[in-house]
């Protein structure tokens, strides 16, 4: 490229809004290099879902920088910090296969250390996108669980000084199959966690009655979910977090299920899944998070939210394909229960670091 200009994208205030061009622009490039890394449609997001997080700053501010040819946006940057959590910074570098080459990327990626030095942080994060069958050759991760393919945004985040730090597995479960062995599944989870342990579900916003206690579990994620060797900030969450989060996704036309163990003894949650849906409810489901609080592990409530949920779900989203999920790869608790269900690999993606000096 002649000149090579990177400017930061004014956020239109709706998606059909007249300055909206650019916008939507992006949201078209981040779809198709999700599609082309990943080799699925399932990681796509709609013009409204995206806007409703960038505009949204009270918890992670998010810029988002462009660089267009012939007045047409060909490579992005999305930056974004969280308010409270001082650490790192995330990004999301955007440029298809036949714009790579020209320097897009390189001018982007340091577009995003820039960002990350003037906000005084130290640490940069990104995640890469891969396919089901990784092609010769690979990269294995520094937590030894997994391997994804040496693709060219890997191989300039690794001559940028990034490391590999650990590999997620996408996985996808089929809504409109046989739930027999859910249901299964389910009544022997039921059993196990036995009197102690009670379910309770809801479609958000979250009742009031346990908005502070899903806060508290929503900030385990942080703390409880293996993370190889990131540097993760213990996040504080309580209720107006909590409602801050729900009115995005709402905003976006989102509709999220929850599905939590309540430990009776205490009445705390001990365990939680979500399962979120866009506003077109014949698309892909996407879950969200999973957890089981440390100290309530061993009593098959990982099992007994995921199954409860997928049950409610037919519910609230019939018509649904099937639900899209991320776990780490050394996180066998987890996966093994994914598999005794039905979830099969479909991507992969890699957990990248830079630590500035």
């Known amino acids: 490229m002649n000149t090579l200009l990177i400017e930061e994208l004014a956020l239109p205030a709706t998606p059909d809004a007249d300055d909206a061009a650019d916008f939507l622009a992006v949201v078209e490039l981040n779809n198709a290099v999700c599609r082309s890394d990943a080799g699925t449609d399932d990681l796509s997001q709609t013009p409204a879902e995206l806007l409703a997080g960038l505009r949204d700053t ?31 910074t995330q990004f999301d570098l955007m440029v298809l296969p036949e714009n790579w080459g020209r320097g897009l990327e390189n001018a982007l990626l340091a577009r995003a250390e820039e960002e990350t030095r003037t906000l005084g942080r130290r640490v940069m994060q990104t995640w890469t996108l891969h396919p089901g069958q990784a092609p010769s050759p690979t990269i294995a991760p520094a937590t030894g669980w997994g391997a994804v393919a040496d693709t060219a945004l890997s191989g300039l985040l690794a001559r940028a000084g990034f490391t590999l730090e ?8 089929d809504l409109q199959g046989p739930m027999d062995g859910v249901h299964a599944a389910l009544e022997a989870s039921l059993s196990a966690a036995g009197s ?57 036309g989102q509709t999220m299920s929850v599905a939590a163990a309540q430990h009776v003894p205490t009445g705390r949650l001990a365990a939680f899944n979500e399962l979120v849906i866009g506003a077109d409810r014949g698309e892909v489901t996407h879950q969200f998070c999973t957890l089981v609080l440390r100290e309530h592990r061993g009593h098959r409530l990982g099992m007994l939210v995921k199954c409860a949920n997928l049950l409610r779900w ?4 019939p018509r649904s394909p099937r639900v899209s999920t991320f776990n780490a790869e050394e996180n066998r608790p987890m996966l093994d229960i994914n598999e005794q269900i039905g979830f099969v690999p479909v991507s992969y993606a890699g957990a990248w670091q830079k630590k500035l000096a």
């Open 196 to 252: 102690d342990y009670r379910l309770v579900e809801w479609t958000i916003p979250t009742p009031a009655e346990l908005k502070d206690d899903y806060a508290w579990a929503l900030s385990r994620m942080s703390t409880d979910v293996p993370a190889g060797a990131l540097e993760i900030d213990e996040e504080i969450w309580d209720a107006a977090r909590v409602e801050r989060r729900e009115a995005r996704l709402i905003e976006g």
């Open 314 to 317: 037919r519910d609230v989203a």
């Open 166 to 173: 650990q590999v997620e597995r996408n996985s996808a479960f």
């Open 58 to 88: 009270a918890d992670e501010i998010q810029r988002v920088f462009v660089v267009r040819e012939s007045g047409v946006v060909v490579g992005c940057v999305i930056v974004g910090h969280a308010t409270a959590e001082p650490t790192s």
